[in-house]
């Protein structure tokens, strides 16, 4: 991190929840961009498994999945020389200063998240406070690390957009205490739809397997997966209303590729949708190839893995700590 003003970079945070393998959803909207990035930014980078608890969890399973997803990031790209990567639990302050925003947060607007209104259909019979709270958990994510930029796929967006609104309410109130943060999307992939139903998005907690492509995945089973995306019955590679499930891997293909839809349709002109789905299997198998690899390594490494997420949380303690000072101190709690 740089500290003298002069050079000052923007600070960008973000996380993932480890409810489930992460997926090319995941990787396009979020990880591959945060690998990107942080020549540019200092970052921060968390496993968010506070967040993942808002459903229930075997508790191995969450153990397992958060170390994976910890893994997981280092083998995107993440370099935790470069960026703070640590685990959200670890950092006691994230839920310190929840309690201070959540009481700047209107019932009415945690009411209307979508994500709340999804999820509590989804589990009608386990809508707990904390799946309600879920939003202002993330705002004092952002808002310790006084982010500037968050780098999230598109349906994040009306959370940070909650951040802004708490960001704004506070600042009125103690004068500056949080940096406005902004959403930070991908070029190509902000929104990955489902294999199984282009019209819903890609999920890592999707029932259906065939709905995803994990990052995970050996070569032959993305491949598989591409092959049996559901599209329409009609023919040409371009985008129209009807044919959401061409224009969805046409999105996936452009991300992995660089290529524009002009680009796409010229290469594909004449062929089928077997061969573009072939294609698209392929080439993200082939860039997958790489992650998988080096997951396989780190992964077996485990006191490596336990050293970055140590000097990870350290690092994140002593940036978000100053931050919790300063509110508790407004806010009138006693030091
Ligand atoms: P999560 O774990 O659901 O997803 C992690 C990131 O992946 C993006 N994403 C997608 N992008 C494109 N297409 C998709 N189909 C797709 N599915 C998921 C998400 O937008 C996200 O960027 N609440 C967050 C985690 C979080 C967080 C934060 C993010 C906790 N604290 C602070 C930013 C800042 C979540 O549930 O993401």
Known sequence: MTDSPAEKKKIVLSGIQPSGVFTIGNYLGAIKNWAEIQEQYDCVFMVANLHATTVRQDPAALRKNTIDGFAMLLAAGVDPKRSIVF????????????????????????????QFKDKSARYADNINAGLFTYPTLMAADILLYQADLVPVGADQKQHVELARDIVNRMNGVYGNLFTLPDCLFPKAGAKIMSLADPTKKMSKSDANPKSFVAVLDPKDTVIKKFRSAV????????????????GNLMTIYSAFTGKTDEEITAEFDGKGYGDFKTAVGETVADALAPIRERFAEISADKAYLRACWESGCEAAQRLSGRTLNKVYKKVGFLP
């Open 231 to 246: 599209t329409d019955s009609g023919s040409g590679i371009y985008r129209a209303p009807g044919k959401e499930g061409i």
């Open 87 to 114: 685990i959200q639990s670890h950092n006691p302050h994230h839920t310190q200063l929840m309690w201070a925003l959540n009481c700047f947060t209107q019932f009415g607007e945690l009411s209307r998240m979508t």
